[in-house]
């Protein structure tokens, strides 16, 4: 196991002894495959991310995100309890109550642990308060918010594209999802979280999602078609 996993890594960097699986590592967005066995190139820079068995990728690093009320976010759970802390990519760790889910109740409450996603809506964003969360809608119920599969994977993106993504005469979801069955979640934060049929359809698919973001509108379906044959 590389014993920089979590660390930031730039572009020419040699990521060395990645745990195989049947002679197979499986690379996302940002490393390349490399002449020495069991190695990958860094292709940019970030942080290196990895999930078992044997999943690897590089987690690019963005501008900051700034809360704002009623912002849809996906979120990362970095400290467990009646209250969740919550990283949402602002400068504080956000706060989301367990009592703040669909039917949860003092006695029955969602069992949330470090290391889980959720899609939340901000419930209230002040400067001099820390940011709250909800995964309800103003009727108390889930909707599409709550917490997200652990089977997915969850990436950054620039704040910017996540405009572009949830536009709805937007072509690049319509054209990936022409060959691959996926869920995603579109965060104001710039994190997306993706779950796919299988781990390589998901790499594929932050791998055509991160080369999107480079290329103008008019090109992008061009771009996904990369991904599609």
Not at 45 to 51: D, E, I, R, Y
Not at 83 to 103: R, T
Not at 160 to 167: A, C, M, Q, S
Request: proline residues 4%; glycine residues 8%; hydrophobic residues 40%.
């Amino acid at each position: 196991m590389p014993e920089n996993i979590g660390e930031f890594v730039f572009p020419g960097d040699v990521v060395r002894d990645l745990k195989v699986v049947n002679g197979v590592i499986l690379r996302g967005p940002g490393l390349h495959s490399h002449e020495e066995p069991n190695c990958l190139l860094v292709t940019r820079a970030g942080k290196l991310c990895f999930k078992p068995p044997n999943v690897y990728w590089v987690e690019g690093h963005f501008k900051r995100y700034y809360p704002k009320k009623g912002d849809l976010v996906v979120g990362i759970i970095k400290k467990s309890g009646n209250v969740c802390k919550v990283d949402i990519g602002s400068s504080e760790l956000a706060s989301l109550s367990l009592l703040s889910f669909e039917g949860a109740t003092k006695k029955q409450k969602p069992d949330l642990q470090v290391g889980d996603v959720v899609y939340a809506k901000l419930l209230s964003a002040h400067r001099e308060m820390e940011p709250e969360l909800v995964c309800v809608d103003s009727y108390y119920k889930a909707g599409k918010l709550g917490p997200l599969s652990n089977d997915g994977f969850v990436m950054n993106v620039s704040l910017n594209f996540v405009n572009r993504i949830l536009d709805v005469n937007s072509l690049l979801l319509r054209a990936l999802g022409q060959k691959y069955v996926f869920e995603i979640a579109v965060g104001m934060n710039g994190k997306v979280w993706i779950n796919g049929q299988r781990t390589i359809d998901v790499l594929n698919l932050m791998n055509a999602l991160l080369a999107a973001e480079r290329e103008s509108n008019s090109n992008i379906v061009n771009v996904c078609r990369r991904y599609l044959t």
